[in-house]
């Protein structure tokens, strides 16, 4: 009997869903459990694009920061873009670079670098640019908490316009104008916008107003968006909708250089694409070499140089990839001496600092507790946390802030800075911070190993039509997930181990006559095989690939369990006996 290896979430069943036209009951169902109270919700969610975006001149201090960059323009001023070295920060300073060359200005580019500079405006880089005879300089992904600098940049005779997202801290910087939805006295409808997505509203009203045409403004702003994890719900949607389809007609030979490399059909890249092919390889440039390569990509229009400088990225990706393999296997051993479920602190001065984010973020998700991760730079610990839902991370490090040199971030991830002789006292007092953080005795702590179902399907719904519908509800991200399916009603034909080290399980099911493939990625090891003849309900997603040419759907497996052990087989004995058929007596829902 193989009992499920992950607690399957059910959703609640939903006896009477409301009519979507061109969808059937089961994604109707999802769509009610979305929230779709009609249909016109729903069109306009699906269909969301120009007509979505809101006036930007409704977020605090655009239209100053407009007519600055006019006069600026008009004046023959000399602008700089200061961006940040992740893919929103460095997609935002594309945008910006693109537009403005669009209405005759080359703006000067300063991108910190991470390792040398860190986040945010610094003093030093600040006099380069006055000395280079900046008047102007317009932050994006940045410059909200730059309260001190904002000052240096003043007494340096430069005007700024911040534009950012992320959340000031007490007072705004002095700036000529600052352009956050985050700010307090902000009254923009949107507030998820990311920096990539605030630089293209600006910028493309910017173009707009020079009366100017400049394509892949969106399609770079999509980037960002989407790696900045914004919620695909709202403008965000809007702004990569709109970016997939300038992205599959784009022109520019980097843009092109760069999907070729990265997206699975490059003339039809999608939003999955962007997430897990062309963000981390422009992230890779800023995390172990220099942010510039990826910019210098995103910008570039010669085809022979896209390649160059396109092959180049695509070494660095590889060499950051086989770098974080490296350091998560070390990190994982390193973890195994802590047992329990509370927060843990990992240290090793091999590892680049770029990486110690994306390895918190790996620990913490299979281990699903707080994860600080450091490396050494210097005289200093560089640091980042990632942690479950219930942990805030920005307020546990407030709480170890005698302890730390630096320190910022959010809820759900953050990074600081310590001096190297500092890491004991740290460790020690981290680890020992109650989980849920803040302490609240009412509100549990996630555990492992939950998976959320959003719709419980009969085999028979599996098909094309299935498929098309929720292949017709992307783009997906945060807030609106590729909908899990948990589906019963199959029969095992043969189910083997593939992979180099069988790491995999393939398995074939039988529904009434016909079979259909299932395949479970990195399923553990002790995991037994199901057997011949035996009836198996899956959890996972509908997934279309190709087989010897031809297209097929397969189900992308993340949990299977036998149907008389599975949490399915309490559903199906509420099921009344007068719809009950003998395999297949769980309903919709
Ligand atoms: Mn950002």
Redesign the pocket.
């Known amino acids: 009997m193989i009992a499920p290896r992950l607690e399957w979430l059910l959703p609640e069943p939903l006896l009477d869903p409301p009519a979507f036209a061109g969808f059937g009951r089961p994604v109707a169902t999802l769509l009610a459990r979305r929230g779709f109270g009609d249909e016109a919700a729903l069109h306009a969610f699906l269909e969301a694009g120009e007509s979505s975006l809101h006036d930007v001149s409704l977020m605090a201090d655009a239209d100053v920061a407009l007519a600055r960059i006019e006069r600026a323009l008009d004046a023959g001023e000399r602008i700089a873009i200061w961006g940040?070295y992740?893919a929103?920060?460095m997609t935002?300073v594309a945008v910006w670079a693109i537009a403005l060359r669009a209405v005759g200005a080359e703006a000067a580019r300063h991108v910190p670098s991470r390792l040398a500079d860190g986040y945010g405006l610094s003093r030093s880089g600040l006099e380069q640019l006055a000395a280079a005879g900046v008047g102007l300089v317009i932050t994006c992904?940045?410059g909200i908490v730059s309260v001190e600098e904002v000052e240096v940049a003043r007494q340096l005779g430069m005007d700024v316009i911040v534009t950012?997202?992320?959340l000031p801290s007490g007072a705004l910087p002095r700036a000529l104008a600052v352009v956050d939805p985050q700010r307090p006295d902000c009254e923009y409808p949107d507030p998820d916008l990311?920096?990539?997505g605030i630089a293209y509203k600006m910028a493309a009203a910017l173009v707009a107003g020079r009366g100017a045409v400049v394509a892949d403004l969106a399609g770079i702003a999509a980037i960002?968006t989407i790696?900045?994890m914004a919620p695909m719900t709202g403008e965000s949607r809007a702004i990569v909708r709109l970016g997939l389809d300038e992205l599959a007609r784009s022109q520019r030979a980097g843009l092109r250089a760069l999907l070729a490399r990265a997206a699975e059909q490059p003339q039809r890249p999608t939003a999955r694409d962007l997430a897990f092919g062309v963000a981390p390889r422009i992230n890779a440039a800023g995390r172990i070499d220099d942010a510039e390569l990826a910019i210098s990509l995103l910008l570039e229009e010669d085809p022979v140089a896209a390649e160059r400088i396109a092959d180049e990225l695509e070494e660095v990706h590889r060499r950051r990839r086989d770098l974080t393999v490296a350091a998560v296997e070390v990190a994982n051993r390193l973890a195994a001496g802590n047992p329990g479920s509370g927060p843990i602190a990992i240290r090793d001065d091999e590892w680049a600092p770029g990486i110690v984010g994306l390895v918190a973020g790996r620990l913490a998700d299979s281990l699903a507790r707080p994860v600080a991760v450091a490396a050494r730079v210097g005289e200093e610990l560089r640091g980042s946390v990632r942690g479950p839902r219930d942990f805030h991370v920005a307020a546990a490090l407030e709480a170890c802030a005698a302890l730390l040199s630096k320190r910022g971030g959010h809820a759900g991830a953050g990074g600081f800075s310590l001096p190297a002789s500092g890491w004991n006292a740290f460790a020690a007092a981290w680890t020992q911070l109650p989980r849920p953080y803040p302490p609240d005795p009412n509100r549990n702590p996630e555990r492992a190993g939950l998976l959320a179902v959003d719709l419980v399907l009969p085999a028979a719904h599996l098909g094309w039509t299935l498929a098309d519908e929720i292949d017709r509800l992307a783009p997906f991200g945060p807030a609106h997930v590729e909908p899990i399916l948990a589906v019963t009603g199959l029969q095992v034909v043969e189910a083997r181990r593939v992979g180099g080290a069988g790491e995999h399980l393939m398995i074939r099911l039988r529904r009434g006559a016909e079979t259909f493939d299932a395949i479970a990625f990195g399923t553990p090891l002790d995991r037994p095989t199901p057997e011949p003849e035996t009836w198996l309900d899956l959890v996972g997603t509908l997934e279309r690939d190709e087989f010897q040419g031809e297209p097929r759907l397969r189900l992308r497996t993340l949990d299977y369990a036998d149907a008389a052990s599975s949490p399915l087989a309490a559903r199906r004995l509420a099921t009344p006996p007068t719809v009950a058929i003998a395999v297949d007596p769980v309903a919709v829902g």
Do not use: F, V
Request: charge should be negative; hydrophobic fraction near 20%; include cysteine.
């Open positions: 940040d992740d929103d920060g935002a992904d940045c950012d997202h992320h990311t920096g990539a960002g790696a900045d």
